[in-house]
T-cell receptor
């Protein structure tokens, strides 16, 4: 079955430091991968997505992610974290289950120290 | 603002009751998805409708049902509510039927508390 693992429940980084959030997936075919950010009261916002082609994808707010098939990973990165980046991040894979749904990881809560 | 609207924002009710959550997709989007986010289950897909027809089904309980109306808004009906149904319910929309291949835009969610 398809699944997504985010190994880090919480991560703390200092403002200005680099960030990497890990995401590993299990999928029988070429996956479609997504990173979403959840802000309180604002639902989920798409940061970036990978469908095919260049394995390094650029997203909004200065985020990027790299698809590594050999490692079944799609890690999210940012060179310099801002205090406003502190929130929860979700990795997702789709389509799954024979339908068109997204399967989400359990999320990583990012804390930024000033 | 994703363009997806959900009402109400908050809902408090009692066990055994029935509630209806409403979602209006982005203009031009034909697919609507419902997700449940709870502390113990995380974010789980419930059901997808495309242009009024059920398209995909996930871990949706028999006590729950949904529909999509001709104006494309959708309603999620939750009945015989239990304490464990307390969660944040998200609606998302996309242009076409292939939600896994398209960007899904999420609404702000409806927070349901069952007492």
């Amino acid at each position: 079955a398809q699944s997504v693992t985010q190994p880090d429940i919480h991560i703390t980084v200092s403002e200005g430091a680099s960030l990497e959030l890990r995401c590993n997936y299990s999928y029988g075919a070429t996956p479609y991968l997504f990173w979403y950010v959840q802000s309180p009261g604002q639902g989920l916002q798409l940061l970036l997505k990978y469908f095919s082609g260049d394995t390094l994808v650029q997203g909004i707010k200065g985020f990027e992610a790299e698809f590594k098939r050999s490692q079944s990973s799609f890690n999210l990165r940012k060179p310099s974290v801002h205090w406003s980046d502190a929130t929860e991040y979700f990795c997702a894979v789709g389509p799954t289950g024979g339908g068109n749904k997204l399967t989400f990881g359990t999320g990583t809560q990012l804390k930024v120290e000033l | 603002d994703s363009g997806v609207t959900q009402t109400p924002k908050h809902l408090i009710t009692a066990t055994g009751q029935r509630v209806t959550l409403r979602c209006s997709p982005r203009s031009g989007d034909l697919s609507v998805y419902w997700y449940q986010q709870s502390l113990d289950q995380g974010l789980q897909f419930l059901i997808q409708y495309y242009n009024g027809e059920e398209r995909a089904k996930g871990n949706i309980l028999e006590r729950f049902s949904a529909q999509q109306f001709p104006d494309l808004h959708s309603e999620l009906n939750l009945s015989s509510l239990e304490l464990g149904d307390s969660a944040l319910y998200f609606c998302a929309s996309s242009v076409g039927p292939s939600g896994g291949l398209e960007t899904q835009y999420f609404g702000p969610g409806t927070r349901l508390l069952v007492l």
